[in-house]
């Protein structure tokens, strides 16, 4: 299942496959690692199929364990601190069997649950004799929901060479941009740059000290960078791409961020927990226009929402109904707008809001207060109203003490000379809560 990854590990035995708290690692250490882990699995008695958490950031043994439980052919269920709230939930809801908990040291503790796992899904993957890959959503809108993925059909498109990258591990242990990250680059005997702490500072200062070329993020984190000037005091020279995803890019910012790096390639990703990542080609570096598919990924666009048919998507939710079509394609609930081979994608149908009919996006609104002197932060969100069904309002927090009244008075009048009359928050709240969340995603409100 992972031979492929293991003969790049072989071929390449000196060159650094991860740097951990700023000391490298060898892609002979991870070979080992790997079959260090097949050996001790074996001693502990987990057998295929066996429903394995593994508490972990990036880290040595958090890397070679997912490698040694993927070739084992057990299930897979990640689980960050960024969890911690949900853990016992996610526990119960995965049918988690073994627990692998590893500290900040590296140092690795097993704990049995005892139990059974029952569900059809893990029976699917038990007789295919394929290990799987459970990822939890994030629940902000409702429960989190269980995406159970078959490994092996999410490894298929790195066995594909492509260009060997220094990357940040940015996205996290338990998320699919986090996973598609650590298997690009080591199955083209990369270097994962891992980072204890995700602020603007600390992940410069790692380009810098470790001569980064890619960078994965998210538009929350760009726009934090431009707002700290942390690029001021670091040396960026060999950051080459930066691809951003998770959320609408507000366009103020990537045209900020393209002005400030003109050098430095941005491209927009797209993916979700139920399908993977799709191959992407931004239209330029500072537009939101973008193509999305690649091989293994067919897209169409149904009354303006994307919809997606993927060999990689998950087997189902543990926990909810199948959100496919009868014919395979999921519907992402994300609308865009199409030009050709290009599409934009203008927010999830759950934060459109409607005033009296007429659409408003909040990233667009949200672009052009990010626009405005002394903003940190800006977040848009719609409130029901009796006569127009919903208003436009916003969150923002600024960047030096301002009287609330009068920022609140200043982003009206910004907003009344860029806007549409009906896309003009109505409601401007001034407030100093963060408005994201560990994953550096904004953190929205959705009032129908």
Not at 94 to 103: K, L, P, Q, W
Not at 382 to 405: A, F, M, S
Not at 414 to 429: A, E, H, S
Request: net charge neutral.
């Amino acid at each position: 299942m992972i031979d492929f990854l293991l003969r790049v590990f072989a071929a390449n035995p000196e060159k650094d496959a991860l740097v951990w708290r700023d000391a490298t690692v060898s892609y002979r250490w991870l070979l080992e690692g790997v079959r260090d882990w097949r050996a001790r699995l074996e001693r502990e008695r987990v057998r295929p199929g066996t429903i394995v958490a593994v508490e972990a950031d990036f880290s040595p043994n958090a890397v070679a364990l997912f490698l040694a439980l993927a070739e084992r052919g057990c299930v897979f269920v990640p689980l960050t601190s960024s969890v911690a709230a949900k853990k016992a939930e996610f526990l119960e809801i995965g049918e988690v069997e073994i627990v692998f908990s590893i500290d900040d040291r590296d140092e690795v503790r097993l704990i049995r649950l005892g139990g059974g796992a029952g569900h059809p899904l893990y029976a699917a993957l038990r007789e295919r004799g394929h290990p799987g890959l459970v990822l939890f959503s994030s629940g902000s809108t409702g429960k989190s929901k269980a995406a159970v993925h078959d490994l092996a059909g999410i490894l298929e498109k790195f066995k594909t060479p492509r260009h060997s990258r220094r990357a940040i591990s940015f996205l996290l242990y338990d998320h699919i941009g986090g996973v598609n990250t650590m298997l690009y680059v080591l199955s083209n005997a990369g270097c994962m740059v891992t980072v204890q702490e995700r602020n603007p500072d600390a992940v410069l200062a790692a380009i810098e000290r470790h001569r980064v070329e890619l960078l994965p993020t998210s538009p929350t984190f760009l726009n934090l960078v431009l707002l700290s000037e942390a690029y001021r005091r670091h040396d960026l020279s060999t950051l080459k791409t930066v691809t951003y995803g998770t959320e609408p890019m507000p366009e103020s910012t990537l045209k900020r961020f393209h002005e400030l790096f003109p050098e430095i390639t941005l491209l927009q990703t797209y993916g979700l927990s139920e399908v993977g990542i799709l191959r992407s080609k931004s239209k330029s570096s500072d537009s939101l226009w973008v193509k999305v598919g690649g091989e293994g990924f067919e897209t169409r666009v149904v009354d303006g929402i994307l919809q997606i048919k993927a060999r990689s998507a998950m087997l189902g939710y543990l926990n909810a109904p199948s959100p496919f079509t009868d014919d395979g394609w999921l519907n992402t609930n994300d609308a865009v707008e199409v030009d050709g081979e290009y599409i934009r994608i203008l927010g999830r149908l759950s934060e459109i809001i409607n005033v009296g009919g007429e659409k408003v996006y909040p990233a667009e609104v949200e672009s052009v207060i990010q626009g405005m002197d002394n903003i940190a932060a800006v977040t848009v969100h719609g409130e029901r109203n009796p006569i127009t069904g919903q208003i436009v309002c916003t969150r923002v927090t600024p960047l030096r003490p301002e009287d609330p009244k009068a920022l609140a008075a200043r982003v009206k009048a910004f907003c009344r000379q860029r806007l549409q009359p009906f896309k003009v928050p109505v409601k401007v709240i001034v407030s100093e809560d963060p408005q994201y969340t560990s994953r550096f995603k904004k953190t929205r409100m959705v009032d129908a």
